[in-house]
DNA sequence: GTCTATACGCGGATAGAC
DNA sequence: GTCTATCCGCGTATAGAC
């Protein structure tokens, strides 16, 4: 099971094509830029003027603003494939999940301004959807938290999860609570929802593992 | 509590101002577009063009893209307003929160390509966080959810939930699942997660009190 | 009350000089 | 790699026609 990827010294992202300094300043500033007022609400030109060169410095390096967003996107979706090696060396499959959602929880708490708000844009979304990258660390996360499981009970239950998770930390809900909480009744509510089995045998301790249904 | 508010022959919208033809036209075709293109993508010229009039009559009616952003929205959160009104009329309030928790699965399936794409989208969010119509409607929602509960696990449940069910319906994960099975799983989760309750003797104490002021 | 004509500034995109 | 110059579409804005 253990993949190993190789990953870059710096930790900045692991599968696409390795940046040059002038993209790295690129990538940084826009990920600041994002942040603060949304992927749609930033400009060529305020990226530009962050890193002091004129827009068409900018374009040299990047021929579109989508490649910008792909390439600050694949940099925050670097960060999840490392929570994934990392719950990967578990030793079994339960104590994989539980390595992996604590991961993700914290991944999420802590860029709770910056992640979900780059990850969570609809045009974000469709440009990943088509990059062949992001959809192997997407596959791999579905893979460890739903096992080889392929009903719509198993896909709805990890759209569900996911999407919790990564919609509750910028709800206007929890806005006011600190990083601490909000992580410990995330992590607690997530853990009960994956753990939730099929209605029939409720809360009962079955005594022998059940026949993969498949 | 329960405000019967008239509703126009389309069952359009409730509270704002009603909408005059010409604003109607626009609302419709800003929420098909909106839709198909995603709010960013969809511009003044592309609505003018699907009523047939130049972008200038569009202007005359909204003064602004945003304003024309936030009469789309506010016509599909009417939906979810309506959702209450019907489970608010139930006896008691565990059928209440049954009947409420039906309803937005409900409206969820069924404008799975619409209301996420637009109210999921970051920029609506922003706008309608300043909406004061949408606030009523968003606080009528969680007091229906969660009772009178404020604490902190009732937030992130709340958050939880809502991000969940709103996430779920246009997650990658689900898109090839039809509506009516996605909609009993969606019900069956949601409900199972609604009925999680805290878990005894498992304190942990954060201890460090940070103001959470951002 | 609904629309047209026209214009301004900004944003993304491109070509070519240094 | 970075620049200037240029293009077109977009959101915004005003004045006025029916």
Redesign the interface.
């Known amino acids: 099971m253990g993949r190993v990827t190789a990953l870059s010294a710096g930790g900045e992202q692991s599968r696409s094509a390795p940046l040059t300094a002038a993209q790295t300043r690129i990538v940084n500033a826009a990920l600041e830029l994002f942040a603060r007022h ?4 930033t400009s060529l030109q305020m990226i530009a003027d962050r890193i002091g060169v004129t827009k068409a410095a900018v374009y040299h390096q990047y021929r579109t603003k989508d490649e910008i967003v792909l390439a600050a996107a694949e940099a925050e979706v670097a960060r999840l494939d490392t929570v994934m090696d990392a719950a990967e060396a578990e030793s079994n499959r339960a104590r994989v999940r539980a390595a992996l959602l604590r991961g993700i929880v914290d991944l999420a708490v802590e860029r709770r301004r910056t992640t979900s ?1 780059i990850l ?4 974000v979304a ?1 440009l990943l ?1 088509h990059d062949a990258g992001f959809r192997q660390v ?1 596959d791999r996360l ?1 893979r460890l938290l739903m096992g080889d499981e392929a009903s ?2 198993a ?14 930390v910028m ?8 990083d ?3 992580r ?3 992590l ?3 853990r ?2 994956l753990e ?1 089995r099929e ?1 029939r045998a409720r809360r009962k301790r079955p005594a022998t593992r059940r026949a993969a249904k498949r």
Chains 1, 2 share one sequence.
């Open positions: 949304g992927v749609g609400g708000t969570g844009d609809p045009v469709q959807a997407t579905y719509s009970d896909y709805v239950r990890a759209a569900m999860l996911t999407a919790a998770i990564s919609g509750a709800h206007p809900l929890v806005v006011g609570l600190d601490d909480t909000l410990e009744q995330l607690n509510l997530a009960r929802f939730l209605p």
